[in-house]
Every structure is written in structure tokens, then in C-alpha cells.
């Protein structure tokens, strides 16, 4: 026996099917962003290593955000930041 939908019920479920669709990718965007940062500390300079390292994830996003290049810095300096 074949289900049908009515009009409501084929919107609903459409609506339904594309949030858990937007939903899927913004997990994966989110997980991706934290598997990056979590390379980019790893590779840091150890001071900056450090420094992250103590903070929870929020409270390094927040850190890693105020970062700014300083042309004064040596090139490997500013290169790993």
C-alpha cells in the first residue's frame, strides 16, 4: 500500500527534511573550525602554545579572534599565527 501526504503533511515534512539537512551542515562546519584550531595550536609557538592551552574552547576562540599580525615580528613568528 503506497502512503500518500497531503499538502500539509508533504510541506511539513519537506520543511522537516531541510532543517535536519542545515542542521547536519552546520555540525559539520562547526567540527571542522574546532579540528582546525585545534592544528593551528598544536603548531603554534610554544609561547602562544601555552598560553592556549589553559583556556576552554570558547575562551580560545575569544583569544585566537584578538590576534593581529604585527610586521615587526620575526617571519616565523607571524607566519604561525
Not at 16 to 25: I, P, S
Amino acid at each position: 500500500m503506497e502512503v500518500r501526504y497531503t499538502t500539509s503533511q508533504g510541506a511539513t515534512r519537506e520543511a522537516l527534511r531541510v532543517l535536519l539537512a542545515t542542521r547536519c551542515g552546520a555540525v559539520l562546519a562547526s567540527t571542522a573550525a574546532i579540528n582546525q584550531l585545534k592544528v593551528l595550536i598544536v603548531s603554534a609557538p610554544d609561547e602562544l602554545r601555552a598560553e592556549l592551552r589553559k583556556l576552554r574552547r570558547p575562551a580560545q576562540i575569544a583569544y585566537c579572534a584578538q590576534l593581529l599580525d604585527h610586521p615587526t615580528q620575526d617571519f616565523e613568528h607571524r607566519m604561525t599565527l
